[in-house]
């Protein structure tokens, strides 16, 4: 079975630019999250969706941040216009509805914004 | 206001020897516990986890043990080896299908 996948691993932006991000999850999987690790620090919790509908986004920084999942498979995380900030690694994880509900994540997408 | 603290950012064992990677809440609404094991470059790979009704959960050379009235968690691997090296985070979540919230993990470095 094939995990969590995600693209680009790494993009390299200029601040003003726009950067949208990928996550596939596992097959099956209801739940999405994305994360982001910024400069070593925790891991840090984004935004939630169940199937297509957004379950919690209070993680997000701002609206410069959004989100999609279209039909309720894939999902996008859009940036626009990117900050210095907002460089750091953005993680997206699935898990099935119910227990275990155990996440599991994808590689990472490295975005640095210069 | 970190709700799960991991104070120890690195540890070094040697091979053969217990590590012991320690995680401490502060959110007395947690009712499960995660740690993750993440290598250079990849995502977090889940490893074992521990729900707040046990103290303990074993999974081969891996323990975690969970002291709720202390609202302190501990990994246990024994005996460590080297591929066992990468960073250790714990995290938690409130209910079922709720975010993660994570530590900002442990380093641990297994010498051969």
């Known amino acids: 079975e094939a995990g969590v996948t995600q693209f680009p691993s790494h993009s390299v932006i200029e601040k003003g630019q726009t950067v949208t991000l990928r996550c596939d999850p596992i097959?099956?999987?209801?739940?999405l999250y994305w994360y982001r690790r910024v400069m070593g620090k925790e891991i840090k919790f984004l935004l939630h969706?169940?199937?297509?509908?957004?379950?919690?986004e209070s993680g997000m920084p701002n609206n410069r941040f959004l989100a999609e999942r279209t039909g309720g498979t894939y999902s996008t995380l859009k940036v626009q216009p990117a900050e210095l900030e907002d460089s750091g690694v953005y993680f997206c994880?699935?898990?099935?509805?119910?227990?275990?509900?155990?996440?599991?994540f994808g590689p990472g997408t490295r975005l640095t914004v210069l | 206001d970190q709700q799960v603290k991991q104070n120890s950012p690195s540890l070094s064992v040697q091979e053969g020897r217990i590590s012991i990677l320690n995680c401490d809440y502060t959110?007395?609404?947690?009712?499960?516990f995660l740690w993750y094991k993440k290598y250079p470059a990849e995502g977090p790979t889940f490893l074992i986890s521990?729900?707040?009704?046990?103290d303990k959960n074993e999974d081969g050379r891996f323990t975690v043990f969970l002291n709720k009235s202390a609202k302190h968690l501990s990994l246990h691997i024994v005996p460590s080896q080297p591929g066992d090296s990468a960073v250790y985070f714990c995290?938690?979540?409130?209910?079922?299908?709720?975010?993660?919230?994570f530590g900002k993990g442990t380093r641990l470095s297994v010498i051969a």
């Open positions: 959110n007395s609404m947690f009712d499960y």
């Open positions: 097959s099956g999987h209801d739940n």
């Open positions: 994880a699935s898990s099935q509805t119910g227990f275990p509900d155990t996440q599991y």
């Open positions: 969706f169940v199937k297509e509908s957004k379950q919690d």
């Open positions: 521990i729900s707040s009704i046990k």
């Open positions: 995290a938690a979540r409130i209910r079922g299908n709720t975010p993660l919230v």
